[in-house]
């Protein structure tokens, strides 16, 4: 029902900056749109756990974030263009992983789609 795909990814240095992009698409069968769902980015290193790092309401108007990026990221959405970004400032070696964007509907308790996730590699 929801396409989710991911871009922006890349190597940086540490202190460095990236956006990350997520395009979505909702299924023309589907009578719900990209209003209909909350938005997050998740992450997930080597070796661990998916963590999750942003999320964003449907209309942009409440956003979380994990204690590890707060202060340095920023999530946002453009419901016009069905965009969801990731800006990251301040990047740090520990900020390495696959990242994931992902839609929620609005009235259920998760994120079940899911992109198929862009590398980001920051260099100490």
């Known amino acids: 029902q929801l396409q989710l795909v991911e871009s922006g990814g890349g190597s940086v240095q540490a202190g460095g900056s990236l956006r990350l992009s997520c395009r979505a698409s909702?299924?023309?069968?589907?009578?719900?749109?990209?209003?209909?769902?909350?938005m997050g980015w998740f992450r997930q290193a080597p070796g661990k756990e998916r963590e999750a790092v942003a999320s964003?309401?449907?209309?942009?108007?409440?956003?979380s974030y994990s204690d590890s990026v707060k202060g340095r990221f920023t999530i946002s959405r453009d419901n016009n263009k069905n965009m969801v970004y990731l800006e990251m400032n301040s990047l740090r070696p520990e900020d390495t992983a696959v990242y994931y964007c992902?839609?929620?509907?609005?009235?259920?308790?998760?994120?079940?789609?899911w992109g198929q996730g862009t590398q980001v590699t920051v260099s100490s």
């Open positions: 964003i309401s449907w209309n942009g108007d409440s956003t």
């Open positions: 992902a839609g929620q509907l609005s009235w259920r308790t998760t994120f079940e789609y």
């Open positions: 909702v299924s023309a069968a589907s009578a719900l749109t990209f209003r209909d769902y909350a």
